[in-house]
């Protein structure tokens, strides 16, 4: 199973809720691998720490190799390293992504992390990949890529807007490149249940028909200081309420 975690507004909670629905599925016995897109790098930190900026094996790296011409030689297995968390892997992001995305645009390389990923799936048992706050080739990877799309969505009258452009974009993509891409859900993260105006939100998409998992997940600090710990939070605090939701979502998704 290979699912991507798509919205282009920033700071909604999609590295959050990569590197946490991995580590659950890793503790769970599956061997996961997260594919960090975006440039920035906080799955990578996330799970490996300061240390990711020194990584020669990363994400970036294959998609250089897509350019030359010894492709078939590489196995993307490579281009991952193991987590400190058993049978959690990850291939890192890079900044040489951004140098790299006007070339592979030039030459038509939509395709390759689609390939790239099926072949990696041979090796493990399913796949989360963290994308740029953007709509752009990385991004359009991915979601061809994907058998599933989630969707994080964080309850503000901004991210409202940009979910329904995010359906047009998921779309498209359908139309043009994927047509068996799933919208598998739409995750509401940072919820205040006890204020009236999320509520009021979450209820509007739902009557639109949307499909907005029940598991919510609420705002806590724990989740900040996950990230400085770089450890995720079935490790960093297990028994935390956030834990508790991260893993009933996980569970939800899986039932369905
Ligand atoms: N449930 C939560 N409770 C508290 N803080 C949260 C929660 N989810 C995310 N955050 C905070 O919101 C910020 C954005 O989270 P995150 O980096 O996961 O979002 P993102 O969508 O990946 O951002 P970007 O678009 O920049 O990649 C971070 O500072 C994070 O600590
Ligand atoms: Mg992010």
Same mark, same amino acid.
């Given at each position: 199973?290979?699912?991507?975690?798509?919205?282009?507004?920033?700071?909604?909670?999609?590295?959050? +809720?990569?590197?946490?629905?991995?580590? +659950?599925?890793?503790?769970?016995?599956?061997?996961?691998?997260? +594919?960090?897109?975006?440039?920035?790098?906080?799955?990578?930190?996330?799970?490996?720490?300061?240390?990711?900026?020194?990584?020669?094996?990363?994400?970036?790296?294959?998609?250089?190799?897509?350019?030359?011409?010894?492709?078939?030689?590489?196995?993307?297995?490579?281009?991952?390293?193991?987590?400190?968390?058993?049978?959690?892997?990850?291939?890192?992001?890079?900044?040489?992504?951004?140098?790299?995305?006007?070339?592979?645009?030039?030459?038509?390389?939509?395709?390759?992390?689609?390939?790239?990923?099926?072949?990696?799936?041979?090796?493990?048992?399913?796949?989360?990949?963290?994308?740029?706050?953007?709509?752009?080739?990385?991004?359009?990877?991915?979601?061809?890529?994907?058998?599933?799309?989630?969707?994080?969505?964080?309850?503000?009258?901004?991210?409202?807007?940009?979910?329904?452009?995010?359906?047009?974009?998921?779309?498209?993509?359908?139309?043009?490149?994927?047509?068996?891409?799933?919208?598998?859900?739409?995750?509401?993260?940072?919820?205040?249940?006890?204020?009236?105006?999320?509520?009021?939100?979450?209820?509007?998409?739902?009557?639109?028909?949307?499909?907005?998992?029940?598991?919510?997940?609420?705002?806590?600090?724990?989740?900040?200081?996950?990230?400085?710990?770089?450890?995720?939070?079935?490790?960093?605090?297990?028994?935390?309420?956030?834990?508790?939701?991260?893993?009933?979502?996980?569970?939800?998704?899986?039932?369905?």
């Amino acid at each position: 199973m290979k699912r991507v975690i798509f919205n282009q507004k920033g700071g909604v909670g999609k590295s959050t +809720i990569v590197c946490n629905l991995a580590a +659950i599925s890793a503790e769970r016995g599956l061997t996961t691998a997260v +594919i960090d897109l975006d440039p920035q790098g906080n799955s990578s930190q996330y799970l490996m720490g300061e240390d990711w900026q020194q990584q020669e094996t990363n994400v970036a790296r294959y998609f250089e190799k897509t350019l030359g011409f010894k492709l078939a030689e590489s196995d993307p297995a490579d281009f991952c390293v193991e987590t400190q968390f058993e049978r959690l892997w990850i291939m890192p992001s890079s900044m040489e992504l951004n140098d790299l995305q006007s070339k592979l645009e030039a030459k038509h390389k939509i395709y390759k992390l689609r390939d790239a990923l099926d072949q990696l799936l041979d090796q493990v048992d399913c796949i989360y990949i963290d994308t740029p706050p953007a709509f752009n080739f990385y991004t359009l990877s991915a979601l061809i890529a994907a058998d599933r799309c989630l969707i994080p969505f964080d309850c503000d009258e901004f991210s409202r807007k940009a979910l329904y452009q995010l359906m047009g974009n998921v779309a498209e993509t359908r139309e043009d490149h994927h047509p068996d891409l799933a919208i598998e859900g739409i995750i509401v993260n940072q919820y205040q249940p006890r204020s009236n105006l999320p509520r009021r939100m979450v209820q509007d998409l739902k009557d639109d028909g949307l499909p907005v998992f029940e598991s919510t997940i609420s705002s806590s600090v724990v989740v900040k200081e996950s990230h400085e710990a770089s450890s995720p939070l079935i490790h960093y605090r297990p028994t935390h309420k956030l834990s508790l939701e991260f893993e009933a979502l996980y569970d939800e998704m899986n039932s369905q």
